[in-house]
């Protein structure tokens, strides 16, 4: 499903380079739980940016379902993210100014167009029928997860990339946010793949994969 | 269907979750468009009641004055101070022009008039029956003296409105008498209010016959009857310039000109008139608008200034929509059409704003305005394109923008 080769990704800092990556191969099979760990600076978030096709590798191969997107322009990796890929990030990133429902809603209009019905099947998925017309500031940050969950929910995709989705969450809504992820991944085979620093997470997956100063330490195969 | 009603919920939710903001952009256009409907409603305005007034006089009407031309360059002879208009040169071109259907020769002369108490002076114009016709003169009781009052020199008068009423006030004065610089003439005639510039509101009219036993007729050195304008109508509009064109070499043979010598009379047509007039209004009404489209430009200046703004303080969100898929252009689109769709609204609400406004003025009576279906599309295809060219920046700015580094913005 998901196949890399010898990634390296450089980022200019003035006159010197920053290498973030250096030489990343990593094979994840269809329907695989993984999480990512390694401490600040290790280029986690990096490899999950270029996994989600938020950016492009410097150098190296990356084959999405066996399509090499590593080169594709601009607009093609706008389709692929809109298509194949669901975002949970640390912070959620919902709008604050439109409901719960909006909010889903917004998980479509890039990927086929609104469906009200498939929107609220999602909320109901994540245990927020009752709460679909609040706005993110009258929910608890567990709920607000949940919102971010259904908007990637939504457009059935089939990678979810979530980046420390439980950093900002207590320890209870963590295990909560976490435990959607697992069943969703068991009922549905969703490939999930999560960046987290908390080793009790981590050990709900079935493989963790070390990475330090842009290399990977431990977990490279399954 | 399903994608367009997506994309266009979404630029509702921009425009929607924001709407104080949205309203003080739109707020720009809405005044630059209603003024620009308003002052181009008033610069129309005025120049149809301007061609209006000359068309009741008749866009027909042709005057002939002694005097050279007025022009640049020496000193000519003031229009009317010289002599050289005679009742034999009116005679001679309603018999010798073609296309002319009516000509009335007349002499004006400043009379005194009294009625019971009242005493004033005025001008009183000599002239014959024909001058209904050629002036479009309109009775409002009473009749225009006749050819048998002009043939006798019959001491009737023909009163303008106004004139009646300055001298009547509101008793009937068909039938009155009056006296005229000595003589008694009696009224047999009212004339309807025409309310115009240059109307026949404030006028007398005697047969001319009967002025000439009033005052000391002057006669040229040929002893024919000096009389101060001639006025005609021709009976077909489009042979005016011919008209003119006869008429210029008729008077000249019989003023015994060389052909060196200069006109010594001067010719306006009513149409050249209501040319010159309209002309002049367009330009005026032009120059009216380009003012009002500079605060539409200001307005449109505020739209780009406004959605600047906008993107940066929706960096974040143009990062979530950029994870979710958007594309670059479809983030441009987004704000693009956000753009046109404010300044549309906005010269929407103008339109009806300056519409409304102009449409009181003028049934108060304050001003006569015009509204115009194609200074209204002009005006809301103008907004339009100022949302577009004003937006087209502040949309490629938000396109551009990392979705990596917009999602980290707070």
Same mark, same amino acid.
């Given at each position: 499903?998901?196949?890399?080769?010898?990634?390296?990704?450089?980022?200019?800092?003035?006159?010197?380079?920053?290498?973030?990556?250096?030489?990343?191969?990593?094979?994840?099979?269809?329907?695989?739980?993984?999480?990512?760990?390694?401490?600040?600076?290790?280029?986690? @978030? @990096?490899?999950? /940016?270029?996994?989600?096709?938020? !950016?492009?590798?410097?150098?190296?191969?990356?084959?999405?379902?066996?399509?090499?997107?590593?080169?594709?322009?601009?607009?093609?990796?706008?389709?692929?993210?809109?298509?194949?890929?669901?975002?949970?990030?640390?912070?959620? /990133?919902?709008?604050?100014?439109?409901?719960?429902?909006? /909010?889903?809603?917004?998980?479509?209009?890039?990927?086929?167009?609104?469906?009200?019905?498939?929107?609220?099947?999602?909320?109901?998925?994540?245990? %927020?029928?009752?709460?679909?017309?609040?706005?993110?500031?009258?929910?608890?940050?567990?709920?607000?997860?949940?919102?971010?969950?259904?908007?990637?929910?939504?457009?059935?995709?089939? %990678?979810?990339?979530?980046?420390?989705? @439980?950093?900002?969450? !207590? +320890?209870? +809504?963590?295990?909560?946010?976490? +435990?959607?992820?697992? +069943?969703?991944?068991?009922?549905?085979?969703?490939?999930?793949?999560?960046?987290?620093? !908390?080793?009790?997470?981590?050990?709900?997956?079935?493989?963790?994969?070390?990475?330090?100063?842009?290399?990977? @330490?431990?977990?490279?195969?399954? | 269907?399903?994608?367009?009603?997506? &994309?266009?919920?979404?630029?509702?939710?921009?425009?929607?979750?924001?709407?104080?903001?949205?309203?003080?952009?739109?707020?720009?256009?809405?005044?630059?468009?209603?003024?620009?409907?308003?002052?181009?409603?008033?610069?129309?305005?005025?120049?149809?009641?301007?061609?209006?007034?000359?068309?009741?006089?008749?866009?027909?009407?042709?005057?002939?004055?002694?005097?050279?031309?007025?022009? &640049?360059?020496?000193?000519?002879?003031?229009?009317?101070?010289?002599?050289?208009?005679?009742?034999?040169?009116? #005679?001679?071109?309603?018999?010798?022009?073609?296309?002319?259907?009516?000509?009335?020769?007349?002499?004006?002369?400043?009379?005194?008039?009294?009625?019971?108490?009242?005493?004033?002076?005025?001008?009183?114009?000599?002239?014959?029956?024909?001058?209904?016709?050629?002036?479009?003169?309109?009775?409002?009781?009473?009749?225009?003296?006749?050819?048998?009052?002009?043939?006798?020199?019959?001491?009737?008068?023909?009163?303008?409105?106004?004139?009646?009423?300055?001298?009547?006030?509101?008793?009937?004065?068909?039938?009155?008498?009056?006296?005229?610089?000595?003589?008694?003439?009696?009224?047999?005639?009212?004339?309807?209010?025409?309310?115009?510039?240059?109307?026949?509101?404030?006028?007398? &009219?005697?047969?001319?016959?009967?002025?000439?036993?009033?005052?000391?007729?002057?006669?040229?050195?040929?002893?024919?009857?000096?009389?101060?304008?001639?006025?005609?109508?021709?009976?077909?509009?489009?042979?005016?310039?011919?008209?003119?064109?006869?008429?210029?070499?008729?008077?000249?043979?019989?003023?015994?000109?060389?052909?060196?010598?200069?006109?010594?009379?001067?010719?306006?047509?009513?149409?050249?008139?209501?040319?010159?007039?309209?002309?002049?209004?367009?330009?005026?009404?032009?120059?009216?608008?380009?003012?009002?489209?500079?605060?539409?430009?200001?307005?449109?200046?505020?739209?780009?200034?406004?959605?600047?703004?906008?993107?940066? #303080?929706?960096?974040?969100?143009?990062?979530?929509?950029?994870?979710?898929?958007?594309?670059?252009?479809?983030? *441009?689109?987004?704000?693009?059409?956000?753009?046109?769709?404010?300044?549309?609204?906005?010269?929407?609400?103008?339109?009806?704003?300056?519409?409304?406004?102009?449409?009181?003025?003028?049934?108060?009576?304050?001003?006569?305005?015009?509204?115009?279906?194609?200074?209204?599309?002009?005006?809301?295809?103008?907004?339009?394109?100022?949302?577009?060219?004003?937006?087209?920046?502040?949309? *490629?700015?938000?396109?551009?923008?990392?979705?990596?580094?917009?999602?980290?913005?707070?």
């Amino acid at each position: 499903m998901i196949n890399l080769q010898d990634i390296t990704k450089v980022y200019p800092m003035g006159k010197r380079e920053l290498t973030v990556l250096k030489g990343i191969t990593l094979n994840i099979e269809k329907g695989e739980l993984v999480a990512i760990m390694g401490p600040s600076g290790s280029g986690k @978030t @990096t490899l999950l /940016n270029l996994l989600g096709c938020l !950016d492009k590798p410097t150098s190296g191969h990356y084959q999405l379902e066996g399509r090499e997107v590593s080169r594709l322009s601009g607009g093609e990796l706008a389709k692929v993210r809109g298509q194949k890929i669901g975002f949970i990030f640390q912070t959620f /990133n919902l709008l604050s100014r439109l409901t719960a429902q909006a /909010n889903v809603e917004l998980g479509m209009v890039y990927a086929g167009g609104i469906d009200r019905k498939r929107a609220l099947e999602a909320l109901a998925k994540v245990g %927020l029928s009752e709460r679909v017309k609040h706005r993110p500031v009258e929910l608890s940050g567990g709920e607000q997860q949940r919102v971010a969950i259904a908007r990637a929910l939504v457009k059935n995709p089939t %990678l979810f990339l979530a980046d420390e989705p @439980t950093g900002q969450l !207590d +320890s209870h +809504s963590g295990e909560e946010i976490i +435990s959607i992820l697992t +069943s969703l991944h068991a009922e549905q085979g969703i490939t999930v793949l999560l960046v987290t620093h !908390d080793a009790n997470i981590a050990s709900h997956c079935q493989r963790i994969i070390h990475l330090k100063d842009g290399e990977i @330490t431990a977990g490279e195969s399954s | 269907m399903k994608k367009l009603g997506s &994309f266009l919920s979404t630029v509702w939710l921009g425009i929607s979750t924001h709407k104080l903001r949205s309203f003080l952009t739109m707020l720009g256009i809405v005044i630059g468009v209603a003024a620009v409907i308003i002052l181009m409603a008033i610069g129309k305005g005025t120049t149809a009641q301007i061609l209006e007034s000359i068309e009741s006089m008749g866009s027909d009407l042709i005057t002939i004055r002694p005097g050279a031309s007025f022009g &640049f360059g020496g000193v000519r002879g003031t229009g009317g101070s010289t002599q050289t208009l005679t009742i034999e040169d009116a #005679e001679a071109i309603a018999e010798e022009v073609t296309y002319v259907s009516a000509v009335a020769p007349s002499y004006s002369s400043n009379l005194q008039l009294v009625v019971g108490s009242e005493n004033t002076n005025s001008s009183v114009t000599g002239t014959t029956p024909e001058y209904v016709e050629v002036s479009n003169l309109e009775i409002a009781s009473g009749a225009f003296f006749t050819e048998y009052d002009y043939q006798r020199g019959a001491k009737v008068t023909v009163l303008g409105a106004n004139i009646k009423e300055t001298l009547f006030g509101d008793t009937d004065a068909i039938g009155q008498q009056m006296r005229m610089g000595g003589n008694i003439v009696r009224v047999v005639g009212v004339l309807e209010l025409q309310e115009t510039m240059m109307g026949p509101d404030d006028s007398i &009219f005697i047969p001319l016959t009967a002025m000439q036993q009033m005052v000391a007729q002057t006669r040229t050195a040929q002893g024919e009857r000096v009389i101060s304008s001639i006025s005609l109508t021709v009976s077909d509009e489009a042979q005016a310039d011919y008209v003119v064109e006869e008429v210029t070499s008729l008077l000249r043979s019989r003023h015994r000109l060389g052909s060196l010598d200069e006109d010594d009379f001067n010719i306006t047509s009513m149409q050249e008139i209501a040319e010159t007039i309209s002309e002049t209004a367009s330009t005026l009404t032009l120059l009216l608008g380009a003012i009002a489209a500079i605060s539409l430009l200001v307005g449109g200046i505020g739209v780009m200034n406004i959605m600047l703004v906008s993107v940066l #303080e929706r960096t974040r969100e143009i990062g979530i929509r950029k994870a979710l898929g958007a594309r670059e252009h479809d983030i *441009w689109i987004q704000f693009l059409i956000e753009a046109a769709i404010l300044t549309l609204s906005g010269g929407v609400i103008g339109v009806i704003i300056g519409w409304l406004v102009a449409y009181f003025v003028n049934s108060m009576g304050i001003m006569t305005t015009v509204v115009t279906a194609d200074v209204v599309i002009l005006a809301v295809s103008v907004s339009v394109g100022i949302g577009l060219f004003f937006g087209f920046y502040p949309a *490629w700015n938000a396109s551009r923008l990392n979705p990596i580094e917009a999602l980290r913005s707070e």
